[in-house]
């Protein structure tokens, strides 16, 4: 939350204290159990006198007050006229909340017992994971890594795989490798993009093709110009809206078209989970540079949420700037200028402050399982491994 404000004592002839302000913790908020302190920071200027934000550059700062609801989860220390130390003391959530011109912003953080664990897969190219943490991907080799260890695809390069284990190969087909072997299910010669449980696929030609075997093949959305991007188990197809000036997220259940929320003038459907919501990346704000992450849920009658909102002049919150996927549980990852996320339940991890091993950096990141379980691409700095990584939470 963000907001400007104005204080003013009636029993004086002085101005109103008129203020601009704006939390910016550059911290995660997720802690991790043990790890070094964090440091918080709002800032609060008077700018009395010069009108409505932006704000011009002659300010003077004002002190902002710190509190914690719970300093047996987290304690706080003053650091400086603006920021404090955060230190974690158990796992559970807190909201530290500063005070500032006769008005609080509150910020939610969750502590974790332990940090998120990093699997190296291999120097290959991340492409697609299932519930059971079974990973596909490409590049020197195309291989499967499941429990046992990995499996070599041979010619299937792998685009989707799904809960059965049945790895979508691109190329006409659709085909898919399976046990062992590949079976071509058809001639048709557009490469699907997706596969689901029920060996169902997205077909991006034209309008987009939902298969169901040679002889049902049919239009998520018929009569409409979209472009398909994903398929979730549902048989819910997302995609964007072509027809107009400004591309607009939508989702195709059973033949209906619903447009989902999106900020500003456009929005980018990326990726849809079994529940149907979607994660959407949006423009921030008109005429202004940027982008915000979204999420829609379905529940909600895909209101747009944006994971980190803008503040007063209209600037994107530059640390959730893009959606990529999204879980059952409402989970979202994307990326950000400090690097992936993974937001849940109202908080914003960044998954590089949050990882058990350190000596690992988070490149990006693709996919995200109904496990929690996230797919990406790494680098050891200590071994100087780099490749597809699995991300296992605590």
Not at 57 to 78: C, G, H, M, N, Y
Not at 344 to 357: E, K, P, Q, T
Not at 370 to 382: K, V
Request: proline residues 7%; glycine residues 10%; aromatic residues 6%.
């Amino acid at each position: 939350m963000l907001g400007a404000c104005a204080s003013h004592d009636p029993g004086t002839t002085e101005p109103p204290q008129v203020c601009n302000w704006h939390v910016m913790p550059k911290n995660s908020g997720v802690m991790v159990l043990g790890r070094s302190d964090a440091v918080i920071a709002a800032l609060a200027s008077d700018v009395s006198g010069q009108g409505a934000p932006p704000v011009p550059p002659a300010q003077s700062e004002l002190k902002v007050q710190w509190t914690s609801s719970d300093e047996s989860v987290i304690r706080l220390k003053p650091l400086s006229i603006k920021a404090v130390t955060a230190t974690a003391v158990k796992a559970g959530s807190a909201t530290l909340t500063a005070t500032a011109c006769l008005e609080s912003v509150p910020v939610s953080v969750t502590v974790i017992p332990a940090g998120y664990r990093v699997t190296f897969v291999g120097p290959y190219n991340a492409v697609a994971l299932n519930d059971s943490g079974w990973v596909v991907a490409s590049g020197a080799a195309n291989i499967l890594r499941t429990a046992s260890g990995l499996v070599d695809l041979g010619a299937c390069v792998p685009v989707d795989i799904n809960n059965r284990g049945d790895v979508l190969c691109q190329g006409s087909g659709p085909k898919i490798w399976s046990d062992g072997s590949i079976t071509v299910l058809d001639t048709i010669s557009t490469s699907p993009i997706a596969i689901n449980d029920a060996r169902h696929f997205l077909i991006p030609r034209g309008n987009g093709m939902l298969w169901r075997s040679p002889t049902d093949i049919t239009a998520p959305c018929p009569n409409f110009v979209f472009r398909a991007v994903g398929l979730n188990g549902r048989d819910d197809v997302i995609g964007n809206d072509r027809a107009s000036l400004y591309m607009s997220p939508v989702i195709c259940q059973t033949g209906q078209r619903k447009t989902v929320g999106y900020w500003a003038r456009w929005g980018d459907a990326k990726g849809v989970s079994d529940a149907g919501d979607v994660a959407v990346t949006g423009e921030c704000a008109p005429a202004r540079p940027g982008t915000i992450a979204l999420i829609d849920r379905a529940n909600a009658g895909w209101a747009a949420e944006p994971l980190r909102g803008p503040n007063p002049v209209g600037l994107c919150n530059d640390l959730a700037s893009d959606a990529v996927d999204v879980n059952t549980a409402k989970q979202v990852i994307g990326t950000g200028s400090d690097g992936p996320f993974l937001w849940a339940n109202g908080s914003l991890a960044l998954l590089n402050r949050v990882l058990a091993d350190t000596n690992w950096r988070i490149n990006g990141v693709n996919k995200i399982n109904n496990r929690g379980q996230i797919l990406g691409y790494a680098t050891n700095t200590a071994t100087l491994e780099s490749g597809t990584v699995l991300i296992d939470p605590p």
